[in-house]
């Protein structure tokens, strides 16, 4: 973990993509987002409340997640968000551009560390 | 569109449930924070353990709830309601330069919008009806001009022509209107029954004309303006159907036209109707033809559609071309080309003098208060933040300002509508209202004046790294580098801008003096003037010539009258205006052509005035029409260098014999042009109307007891007007008072904002700077040493104010060139009068504040630290 990516260098867009591709599983609340997204990320990817909270209330406000109160597994309330049909498609929008975007500049990226 | 729509009444719901949504963040991050726990002891630590690291993983709750609520702009609403609760306490903490600064922006956008409601009316929409744009006069024209009027079978034949939507005709006479026993005379219109619809107006009370109305035996209705209602009808209701007598004959009112329509004069009371297709018989045969052009027709091609159609319907066009003339604001005398613009450049250069006034102001507010921003800014307060804190603050000024700024204008457009000269308001249509435009001019101005006033200093004033400005308080020192130049430069423009107007008003002032001390070359002192007219049934010039030596005869006998004289008017009224070729009888000379002003005056008339005759004799009762007395300039002009007595003129076929040569008579005016020539006719009642002038000893008798004389002397005698001739002469110098009096007030305005402005600023900088005052006399400075430090601050300032405002100065008073009546713009007497008041105004400001420095205990200032 010698270059960690620091939360500034996470753009707004790209923890955004991330949380809806955490809720397009099942729904989970905003704890259990942060520890999943660390989980899948094998530990790059930290996010800590600061950034979390805002995100999720955005992605409510634009209407791409809901939250929903409802018992969690211990038995205590908390907020379960998840994915509404706009979020879905946006999901779905957001992906095919990241892939064609992530393709290209790996590609350039090969390409420049192949030069002699 | 919906995912817009719930976006959008979820955050209005946000705004409104805001303690519900916080209550549930509260609750969400409580959750949080217990997951972590619950994690964190499964991993093996106790309870405490997983509490501390589940705490230091979250940071602090505060700042995550503040980055939640960051999200979306109902924070930013939010944000601004604290912005404007902070901005109104601050507003009542310091309530005298609040209301300073207020009072000098309401008034800066009151005169801003007064005057743009005049520029408005006057230059920029004189014709205010519906789509007046493709409203116009057509009339037919060869390159030598033409009547404005238009054969009755020409209106006809364009009523039917598509590039017409609507035609109208219209033609304007005057009536004399029996109001009491009071006679008064009032512009009238004789119109067409579509005219009102077609200028969009309606009736108060009462309807407009109706379908066959206009024809012999119809013709006797007429509609009144609100204002000869309510001045000679006491607005009484019951007038709407009854009759009144208009030139003697009975007319039944049938409506009443609301005060703000204009038409086609500003001063049109009466509209009588027509009907052109069958029009009574003593109708006029020839009509102005008002059209309504169809739209998106180009002007050329209606202008020829027109042209071929009058010529087919009247053969007498066949050489003419029809143009179009605006309603009105065609004609335009030099003031409304010359004193407008320039007043308006005044007005502007007000508002930006008070605006910078208001901006040194709130410097001064904002740099007092660095404490409390530097604190701000340490407890973790963005500059953004506090910038449009500031800026918040600053736009309430300009807002309460604006509000201000409305009721001034309306006020002075009040007192404008009262005072602007006659000549201005006849050359519009247009009410004059603070209408919804002028209401447009005064927000904007309002936001002009915040974005002028309040950014420089919101900037200046919150700019700081918070280390540094917290030092720079603790130690008090001096005035901040940056709000110290800007408000020294915004002091300089001030003055520079206070200066020009100051040189503008003060050669308007002098040119007013010298207009009103021109010598007009006759006594009017002491005299009033009785205009009369004559019935109908007096229908020879010999009978109103008998009558007219009744008349004059039983006037001398009023008491405390000493000289009565007859005469057809009196420069610059009445009379008559010839101009062409005039011929002398010396041999072979050339004809000189002249514009001469010719009256029609009684024996005792030079004698009454005191004119002077230079030669001859005056006339004798004996004397025939082709005998004259000519003035001085005319004599000059015909036989240069040699006696006119007993010399014989032409002009055109009337020959003339000069009897005597009178004393030139003056007329001021800042068109030279328009004081003609002169010379005097002997006096006949050729017209149907008589001036008498009447010179009285200590005491006139009353106007009402004239009038009374004059109606029992004949009774084919109406009298119109009774006043003294000093008060006709006054309101002739009315347009140059005016443009005197606005220029005048603008510069006081303009020099008191700057003294104030200058006060202020050097108030706040002695305060800032008592430290080290304090220290330099500490060291041994002498009071006097200390007075000068601030005395020189000042007077720098004004110095180069006064530089920089001489040049523009200079400008200015070239551009007033045409207005201005024996002075130039290089007048030493008002350069001294401008340098001398800008130099006791910066003395005065500057005096307090360098005594206050110099009353400093420096005891006292170290103890403060």
């Known amino acids: ?116 | 569109m919906i995912a817009l729509l719930r976006r959008t009444a979820g955050r209005l719901r946000g705004l409104f449930h805001r303690k519900h949504e916080e209550r549930a963040l509260d609750d969400e991050l409580r959750e949080y924070v217990e997951a972590s726990v619950a994690q964190h002891m499964a991993r093996g630590l106790s309870r405490e353990e997983a509490v501390r690291a589940a705490r230091v993983a979250l940071g602090s709750l505060d700042a995550v709830k503040e980055a939640v609520r960051d999200v979306g702009w109902e924070t930013l609403a939010d944000a601004a309601c604290q912005d404007v609760r902070h901005a109104v306490r601050r507003l009542r903490s310091r309530p005298l330069t609040s209301l300073a600064a207020i009072g000098m922006l309401g008034l800066g956008i009151g005169i801003t919008t007064a005057m743009f409601a005049i520029v408005d009316a006057l230059l920029l929409r004189p014709v205010p009806f519906r789509d007046a744009d493709r409203l116009a006069q057509v009339v037919m024209h060869d390159e030598h001009g033409g009547g404005g009027d238009v054969a009755r079978p020409v209106l006809r034949a364009w009523k039917e022509t598509p590039v017409f939507e609507a035609v109208e005709g219209h033609h304007s006479t005057t009536s004399l209107i029996e109001s009491g026993d009071r006679l008064v005379e009032r512009p009238t219109a004789v119109v067409t029954r579509g005219l009102f619809d077609m200028l969009g107006v309606h009736p108060i009370r009462g309807r407009g004309f109706e379908e066959g109305e206009g024809r012999a035996g119809t013709s006797d209705r007429v509609v009144i303006s609100e204002d000869l209602w309510r001045s000679a009808f006491g607005a009484d209701p019951a007038v709407v159907g009854s009759h009144i007598t208009v030139n003697r004959e009975p007319l039944t009112v049938v409506g009443i036209l609301p005060a703000d329509f204009r038409f086609p004069t500003a001063k049109t009371e009466l509209w009588r109707p027509i009907d052109y297709e069958a029009p009574p018989p003593d109708a006029m045969a020839r009509p102005t033809a008002l059209v309504r052009i169809a739209a998106g027709i180009p002007e050329a091609d209606v202008l020829r559609v027109a042209a071929n159609v009058a010529h087919a319907a009247d053969p007498s066009t066949n050489r003419l071309q029809a143009f179009t003339r605006p309603l009105a604001g065609a004609y335009r005398d030099t003031y409304l080309t010359g004193a407008v613009p320039l007043l308006t450049g005044g007005v502007l250069l007000v508002f930006l003098v008070l605006c910078a006034n208001v901006s040194s102001l709130l410097l001064e507010r904002f740099t007092s208060r660095r404490r409390e921003f530097a604190m701000c800014s340490a407890l973790g307060a963005s500059r953004g933040r506090l910038f449009r804190q500031a800026l918040v603050e600053s736009a309430m000024f300009g807002t309460l300002g604006a509000a201000t700024g409305l009721a001034i204008a309306w006020g002075l457009v009040g007192v404008t509508r009262g005072f602007l000269p006659e000549s201005f308001l006849l050359q519009t249509l247009n009410p004059l209202n603070v209408d919804y435009r002028a209401i447009g001019a005064a927000s904007l101005s309002g936001f002009l004046a915040t974005a002028a006033a309040g950014v420089l200093p919101a900037w200046v004033g919150t700019r700081m790294n918070a280390a540094n400005s917290l030092r720079v308080v603790e130690r008090g020192g001096t005035e901040t580098r940056a709000a110290r130049s800007v408000t020294r430069a915004l002091l300089v423009g001030e003055i520079a801008l206070a200066c020009a107007l100051l040189v503008g008003a003060t050669l308007l002032v002098r040119s007013f003096v010298n207009l009103a001390q021109v010598d007009r070359g006759l006594n009017s002192r002491g005299v009033v003037t009785a205009w009369i007219t004559f019935s109908k049934s007096l229908d020879d010039s010999a009978a109103r010539t008998a009558t007219a030596a009744v008349l004059e005869d039983g006037v001398r006998h009023l008491p405390g009258v000493t000289k009565v004289a007859l005469s057809w008017g009196l420069p610059p009224g009445g009379g008559g205006i010839s101009f062409g070729d005039w011929r002398p009888d010396t041999a072979g000379a050339a004809p000189v052509s002249l514009v001469v002003d010719r009256y029609w005056v009684g024996a005792d008339f030079f004698d009454l005035y005191g004119i002077p005759l230079l030669a001859g004799r005056t006339f004798r009762p004996e004397d025939t029409s082709g005998q004259v007395i000519v003035g001085q300039r005319l004599a000059a002009a015909l036989w240069p260098g040699t006696s006119a007595v007993g010399r014989r003129f032409t002009f055109l076929t009337q020959h003339f014999e000069v009897v005597g040569v009178a004393k030139e008579i003056n007329h001021p005016s800042i068109d030279v042009r328009q004081d003609h020539p002169e010379f005097y006719e002997p006096f006949t009642a050729g017209g149907t109307r008589v001036m008498i002038s009447i010179r009285c000893g200590s005491a006139c008798p009353d106007a009402p007891l004239i009038r009374r004389r004059l109606t029992e002397l004949s009774p084919d005698v109406r009298v119109i007007d009774v006043r003294p001739l000093d008060s006709v002469y006054f309101k002739q110098l009315a347009t140059p008072r005016a443009a005197a009096a606005m220029g005048f007030a603008f510069a006081a305005v303009a020099i008191v904002a700057a003294a104030s402005g200058l006060f202020t600023v050097l108030s706040y900088g002695v305060s800032r700077r008592r430290r080290e005052f304090g220290i330099r006399t500490a060291l041994g400075s002498s009071p006097a040493q200390i007075r000068g430090l601030v005395l020189r601050d000042g007077l720098t300032v004004a110095l180069a104010g006064v530089t920089i405002g001489s040049v523009a100065a200079w400008w200015l008073a070239r551009g007033l060139a045409s207005l201005e009546y024996g002075v130039t713009p290089a007048d030493p007497i008002t350069w001294s009068i401008v340098f001398g008041v800008i130099g006791v105004t910066t003395m005065a400001a500057c005096w307090r504040p360098a005594r206050q420095a110099t009353h400093l205990d420096p005891v006292m200032l170290l103890r403060e630290e």
């Open chain 1, 1 to 116: 973990m010698a270059q960690e990516p620091t939360q500034s260098s996470l753009v707004q867009g790209t923890l955004d993509m991330i949380i809806l591709r955490t809720l397009a599983l099942e729904p989970m609340h905003g704890y259990g987002i942060g520890v999943r997204i660390e989980q899948i990320s094998t530990g790059v990817f930290q996010v800590n409340a600061g950034s979390l909270f805002p995100a999720l209330r955005r992605l409510e406000r634009d209407g791409l997640i809901k939250g929903e109160w409802a018992a969690t597994e211990n038995n205590r309330r908390a907020k379960y968000y998840s994915l509404t049909a706009p979020g879905r498609a946006r999901l779905k929008q957001g992906t095919r551009d990241w892939e064609v975007q992530s393709a290209a500049i790996a590609r350039i990226l090969q390409a420049s560390m192949g030069e002699p």
